[in-house]
């Protein structure tokens, strides 16, 4: 077993190859030559294998023929003395064993069960945290059935829409099959959803609301509280209901929940990576401090990421260990991979960060921080994982035809091949850079390949974002991207947010030290000095690959504003750092690190307790009463089977809360869909009303929501509907837009039906 070092004892004076320690005996891992410095222990500790010399040198064992015939013979002294005596023997024998395990969890786990403690501490304290900003901004424990559904907008009600399915179907069986054969997302589509939107979480937690729900009848406990609400401004009263049994209740509880549990993991992540509870202290306090760019789920609780993240932070904790230790066991694989599953089923985009992860550990690999050996392993986890969510999307082939596919597969080529064709290369910098290129183009071309192969078209809309960041692309699906916010590049002013908490300045302390080290150690590889005085030289893999994964998640967040997500977290786990003893032993020397640690945050406090309290200032209640009065108009005045277009986000709520068929909705990320909605969105363009009608009906659609704000809107220049749609059909530019025709007269093509100060329902008549 190879224990790592800690840096609490001072190291002996390098051994040249063969020697050995004094005491040492030949089987001690002390006396044997030097390994390579991607099998090395962190910090260049050495392998100690059992029963070697060690400090005490070898304890010896009896052999085990004779302690399994000690055994036997105590046996037949308890089956001859009877029954009674047999018991005794056995409940003496269990009492010193639970005594003995007792002493030793007393003794041996304090520290670890202290550090659990605080973990626990921390993610109620996130939980409370979330639930009191989620609850002040909305009210939402005071809000009616619909005006929860409501509060849901864009893909979070056709998210949540799936949930409220299954748990009101006969059976959980029945709503499963509903949602798999699915006829109201995509009128007249038949669509299984389980493939196309990610749904496990919502089937995970109607099961659990069902059981729970099922659990409470059967013993007579009431599960909410319902009661009238009075909301004044001469609106009618409404029904509210409080507790787990309300479905909306249930559903954000579990996810407030599980992002309370994932501070507990990020607790343990500093600790573990700093090898101090002081990181995992200032990891906690970094991400309170910036609580609004870390994350949003106190916003928006039902969005994939909310589901997702979590179990993004248990799998790079679960892959800081094994880069730390010498020898991969089987269960830490297990884990990784099932944490990889559970991270890539909630969210399509997850594919794409674990790309990222892949890259930076094989830049990792081939400077020789990690050998290929270990790196393999970690990519047939990936593989399996790859494979099984393939499987449980029910052969979702964008899956299969990602970068994130491509790249496993050419990395592996790469580490297969580098043995037999790149040792050749002498220089090892050309060595470096002919393997980065290989995998980059290597990547591009079979993601192509394998595109053309299976007829794949749903991503392509993402790198045609990439190529509007950069060469300023444009057609209709890039501008409806990149004209909403989230999407642009990162706000100028994050960067001095991150500067006031000082959350930038001491990870740029921590990445200059990183870096300043690994410099020195690729030195002593390039300068072919001996392999054994190499690996005494900084080779902490985990550490060098945090670097290049906060570089990865920096480029994104720069290009996508939306993907902070990933980012500022980052930055809090690495700021934890400050207190690993392999990077500022030096420091500790002169001044303690409990001192240190509390000066920081001291300074942090002041612009961090300022961002909480302007969180905790925001006191809102949520009120959409046009929307109320449209839904409701529907309910009542159309069939059941009425088809409905409009703007995605509306198109959400009417088929969360009147069940209506649509044949547009806010997930993007189909060409198909795609298709479908320019389709709907040509009624603010500049195209001819009987253009449009024509286009309308063979969708089959019955109703258009017209929303006039959508007709003038201007969030920056060029991105109007009108402006999109000058880009994609320059031969109507300049006449009026269409929208703002059927403001005025909708006639003869479209039959106005309700109109409210948002909304205009358009009839379409069928000829």
């Not at 190529?467 to 501008?479: E, N, R, V």
């Not at 902490?540 to 690959?545: A, H, I, L, T």
């Not at 500790?588 to 240190?596: A, N, S, V, Y």
Request: glycine share 8%; net charge positive.
């Amino acid at each position: 077993m190879a224990v790592p070092s800690r840096g609490g004892n001072k190291e002996s004076p390098p051994l040249k190859p063969g020697q050995r320690s004094p005491g040492g005996s030949p089987r001690s891992g002390r006396g044997r030559p030097a390994r390579s410095p991607g099998r090395q222990v962190p910090g260049g500790a050495r392998g100690v294998r059992k029963g070697g010399g060690g400090r005490r040198g070898g304890r010896s064992e009896p052999p085990r023929g004779c302690r399994e015939a000690a055994a036997a013979g105590r046996l037949r002294d308890a089956l001859g003395r009877g029954p009674l005596g047999l018991l005794r023997v056995c409940g003496e024998r269990l009492r010193v064993f639970v005594d003995d395990r007792r002493a030793f969890v007393v003794k041996a786990d304090s520290k670890i069960w202290l550090t659990f403690i605080l973990a626990a501490f921390a993610g109620v304290l996130h939980w409370c945290h979330i639930t009191t900003l989620f609850e002040n901004d909305r009210h939402f424990s005071h809000l009616s059935t619909l005006e929860r559904e409501m509060a849901f907008r864009t893909e979070m009600g056709l998210y949540y829409s799936y949930f409220k399915i299954i748990i009101e179907a006969p059976s959980f069986w029945n709503g499963l099959w509903a949602i798999m054969n699915d006829r109201l997302t995509e009128y007249p589509l038949v669509i299984n959803t389980l493939q196309r939107f990610n749904l496990y979480p919502e089937v995970v937690l109607a099961s659990w609301y069902r059981i729970y729900t099922a659990i409470m009848d059967f013993l007579g406990v009431p599960t909410k509280t319902c009661w009238t609400v009075n909301r004044g401004k001469g609106l009618s009263p409404v029904e509210s209901c409080e507790g787990l049994g309300d479905p909306a209740s249930f559903y954000v509880a579990v996810i407030f929940l599980l992002n309370g549990l994932m501070m507990s993991l990020f607790f343990l992540y500093g600790t573990y990576l700093s090898g101090s509870r002081l990181g995992g202290l200032i990891t906690v306090m970094c991400f309170f401090f910036n609580h609004g760019e870390c994350t949003r789920v106190m916003w928006t609780p039902p969005l994939r990421e909310s589901f997702s993240y979590p179990f993004l932070v248990l799998q790079m904790l679960l892959l800081t260990y094994i880069l730390r230790i010498p020898n991969i066991n089987t269960g830490s694989l297990i884990a990784l991979c099932v944490s990889n599953i559970f991270f890539m089923l909630p969210w399509q985009f997850a594919q794409f960060v674990l790309l990222t992860q892949i890259a930076s550990l094989f830049a990792v690999c081939i400077m020789g921080y990690i050998d290929s050996c270990k790196l393999q392993k970690i990519l047939s986890v990936h593989m399996v994982s790859l494979v099984v969510c393939f499987i449980l999307m029910f052969g979702n082939s964008m899956l299969l035809t990602s970068y994130y596919a491509a790249s496993l597969v050419v990395i592996w080529g790469i580490l297969e091949l580098s043995s037999r064709v790149f040792k050749r290369c002498r220089s090892q910098v050309y060595l470096w850079v002919i393997q980065g290129c290989a995998w980059l183009f290597g990547t591009v071309t079979l993601k192509y390949l394998t595109s053309l192969a299976f007829g794949i078209a749903d991503d392509a809309h993402i790198g045609n974002i990439l190529k509007s960041k950069f060469i300023g692309y444009k057609d209709f699906d890039t501008l409806m991207y990149t004209c909403a916010a989230e999407f642009d590049f990162m706000e100028k002013e994050t960067p001095f947010r991150y500067t006031k908490t000082l959350l930038l300045p001491v990870v740029l302390v921590v990445l200059g030290v990183i870096i300043k080290k690994a410099i020195k150690y690729l030195r002593w590889t390039l300068s072919h000095t001996g392999q054994y005085e190499r690996e005494e030289r900084f080779n902490q893999g985990e550490v060098v690959y945090h670097a290049l994964q906060l570089l990865a998640y920096s480029v994104l967040a720069i290009l996508i504003m939306r993907l902070k997500l990933f980012l500022t977290p980052h930055l809090c786990v690495m700021a934890s750092l400050v207190c690993s003893k392999q990077l500022f032993g030096w420091l500790f020397c002169k001044i303690q690190p409990k001192t240190l640690v509390f000066a920081i945050l001291a300074l942090m406090a002041i612009e961090g307790s300022a961002n909480l309290q302007t969180q905790w200032n925001i006191m809102g209640e949520f009120s959409n009463l046009p929307q109320e009065e449209l839904l409701e108009w529907i309910q009542v005045s159309t069939r059941q089977d009425a088809v409905f277009a409009g703007a995605m986000p509306t198109m959400a709520s009417v088929k969360l809360s009147t069940l209506r068929p649509i044949v547009n909705h806010p997930h993007y990320e189909d060409a198909g869909l795609r298709a479908r909605t320019k389709v709907v969105y040509s009624m603010y363009s500049r195209k001819p009303a009987k253009e449009v009608k024509r286009e309308l009906i063979k969708l089959g659609v019955n109703y258009y929501i017209l929303e006039e704000s959508l007709c003038v809107s201007r969030k920056k220049p060029g991105c109007s509907m009108p402006e999109i749609w000058d880009v994609e059909d320059p031969a109507n530019s300049g006449r009026i837009p269409l929208c703002t025709l059927m403001s005025k007269d909708s006639r003869p093509y479209f039959i106005t039906v309700f109109e409210n100060s948002n909304y205009r329902v358009l009839k379409i008549p069928y000829e």
